[in-house]
């Protein structure tokens, strides 16, 4: 009896345990919505062409500004690519200056659906800027 009553209270704390997870990592991501700002000052500006995007390869653009509205040149910028979901591998590229400030790369979506851009751009000062960037694409 007492046996009995132990093998199920293990059986339930161990389902509450795995329910607990389940919820932990569904959730993980819904968290981080919205776009966080840079530190430094530098506004960040992310766009894609063709707009809206489409599965497969397309161009990401990234536009740094300085405070003062001057272009951010002389930059590293990173773009490291998301989805909402797990199990996935990132997508990863180096966006190169084209335009004073304009910096530009090949980036190929490789399913529909939720992504979370993170650009990082190691800026001359020695100074870093992060941001991320919701987008939603479609087959
Ligand atoms: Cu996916």
């Given amino acids: 009896m007492l046996a009995r009553k132990t093998a199920t209270r293990t059986l339930i704390l161990t389902l509450l345990a795995l329910s607990l997870s389940l919820a932990l990592t569904g959730c993980q991501r819904a968290s981080q919505q919205g776009n966080s700002a840079p530190a430094s000052g530098v506004t960040m500006d992310f766009t894609i062409d063709p707009d809206p995007a489409l599965v497969g390869q397309t161009q990401a653009i990234v536009t740094l500004t300085a405070a003062d509205g001057q272009p951010v040149t002389g ?18 590229a180096d966006a190169a200056e084209q335009d004073p400030g304009v910096y530009r790369t090949e980036f190929t979506w ?20 992060e941001q991320q960037f919701d987008l939603s694409v479609t087959r």
Wanted: proline residues 3%; charged residues 10%; without cysteine.
């Fill in 75 to 92: 930059a590293t910028v990173a773009l490291k690519g998301d989805m909402s979901h797990a199990g996935m591998q990132p997508v990863l």
């Fill in 110 to 129: 490789t399913m529909a659906g939720d992504w979370i851009v993170t650009v990082t751009a190691s800026l001359a000062d020695g100074t870093t800027a």
